[in-house]
């Protein structure tokens, strides 16, 4: 992508202008990612004059809903390369698709003397959900170690494995430290000791091309407003015949068959794990946020991001006060600290700079405590990202190695 391309989709987003005309430098896609005009006027659609419930209505404008929504739940099982738009199940987040597993799944396969595998770079969301499932059961949880420049440590998760482990999951790419998971090995290891995989897509999905069935693993999450679209929606995906096995995790209307005093009997997947009224609007602005990054190309973007990752780095690699975590090669994400500052405080000079980065443990404590630290200064980079966010960048953080010099 080159900086003609960058300079005029940054014109798509409306967020990247603060309220007094001035460029917003914003540098924390990781969290969440800004959103285009396209998907904004998708969800604004989707709230005004096509809104209507969907899935019981008889009337027109329900009914059309209703083909809306899930045409956005096959849109998203092409956008993955998932066999069955039924594979597909809508969630609020990554965070809910996780807790499902793990409450559904887990709580059905898992049981005492039982071991789940993870790492030690997981966000807590790919850790508390399955502490809590170990607890209640009587599992026992195993942390893969991490190579010296921060990868997963395949090497040793294969001697870590045995046949008591029931699942593995982990992060396709860190949200710390940009490193990417060598997938079809991991799963290979799950899958020779019988194991499940679980991918924490989240990183992954926004800025890599994805192929469920080439990648071979058994359930795969990602939150829609990191891929530049909602908040309030996600997706779980998982080969139809798991999800055909799986018991509700929550009760209530839509994911049902019959309701009746003496019991009640639950509609087949996708709907039987999605209860209550869904996300109408939020799923209608997932689908054109997938058609945007599509349209634009996830290698595409892969590449520019990851271009600028090395570029970032080798920026602050001159800077003698900073400390890079993470391999060489990442996925749009550039995590350091700076001597004498904390990354809280070099957040706050920054942000008088225009330039927004993110400052903390990132919901990765464990990892922090791996790496020896509180917290760390992260940035990352989006399709709207150039050249000129590392030099605002470099720019702030030379100025606050001058501020606490003083």
């Given at each position: 992508m080159s900086e003609a391309d960058t300079l005029s989709r940054k014109a798509e987003f409306p967020g990247l202008i603060t309220p007094d005309g001035a460029r917003w430098h914003?540098?924390?896609?990781?969290?969440?990612?800004?959103?285009?005009?396209?998907?904004?006027?998708?969800?604004?659609?989707?709230?005004?004059?096509?809104?209507?419930?969907?899935?019981?209505?008889?009337?027109?404008r329900s009914a059309e809903m209703t083909l809306a929504y899930e045409a956005a739940r096959r849109r998203v099982a092409e956008f993955l390369g998932a066999r069955s738009e039924n594979e597909v199940v809508f969630v609020r987040g990554a965070t809910e698709g996780i807790n499902l597993v793990a409450q559904s799944w887990g709580a059905a396969n898992i049981s005492a003397g039982d071991c789940i595998m993870l790492s030690q770079l997981e966000h807590h969301s790919n850790i508390v959900p399955w502490q809590m499932l170990a607890e209640r059961v009587g599992a026992e949880i195993?942390?893969?170690?991490?190579?010296?420049?921060?990868?997963?440590?395949?090497?040793?998760?294969?001697?870590?494995?045995?046949?008591?482990?029931?699942?593995?999951?982990?992060?396709?790419?860190?949200?710390?430290?940009?490193?990417i998971l060598d997938v079809r090995r991991a799963a290979n290891l799950a899958h020779s000791v019988g194991a499940k995989i679980l991918l924490d897509g989240c990183q992954a999905a926004p800025r890599m091309p994805l192929d469920i069935t080439g990648l071979d693993c058994d359930f795969f999450v990602f939150s829609g407003h990191k891929i530049y679209g909602p908040t309030g929606i996600g997706v779980l995906w998982a080969r139809e015949e798991l999800l055909e096995s799986m018991p509700p995790w929550q009760g209530g209307g839509s994911m049902i068959n019959r309701v009746a005093f003496e019991g009640t009997t639950y509609a087949p997947p996708p709907q039987r794990f999605e209860a209550g009224t869904p996300m109408i609007a939020e799923a209608i602005g997932l689908r054109a946020a997938v058609d945007y990054v599509e349209a634009i190309g996830l290698e595409r973007?892969?590449?520019?991001?990851?271009?600028?990752?090395?570029?970032?780095?080798?920026a602050l690699r001159r800077i003698n006060s900073i400390t890079l975590f993470g391999p060489e090669e990442s996925a749009g994400i550039v995590s350091f600290v700076m001597e004498g500052v904390h990354p809280h405080d070099l957040?706050?000079?920054?942000?008088?700079?225009?330039?927004?980065?993110?400052?903390?443990?990132?919901?990765?404590?464990?990892?922090?405590?791996c790496l020896g630290i509180p917290a760390t200064a992260r940035a990352s980079f989006g399709l709207y990202s150039d050249e000129?966010?590392?030099?605002?960048?470099?720019?702030?953080?030379?100025?606050?190695?001058?501020?606490?010099?003083?």
């Open positions: 914003y540098l924390d896609t990781a969290a969440t990612a800004q959103k285009p005009q396209a998907v904004i006027d998708a969800v604004t659609r989707a709230l005004g004059r096509d809104y209507a419930t969907v899935h019981r209505g008889v009337y027109c195993d942390f893969c170690p991490l190579t010296v420049d921060g990868r997963i440590d395949l090497d040793a998760m294969e001697t870590i494995l045995t046949e008591r482990h029931k699942i593995v999951a982990l992060a396709h790419v860190s949200n710390v430290l940009g490193s973007l892969f590449r520019h991001e990851s271009g600028l990752a090395a570029d970032a780095r080798a957040g706050t000079i920054l942000d008088e700079e225009n330039v927004a980065i993110r400052a903390g443990h990132h919901c990765a404590q464990p990892l922090m405590g000129s966010d590392i030099e605002a960048l470099i720019r702030g953080i030379e100025r606050a190695k001058r501020i606490f010099a003083t």
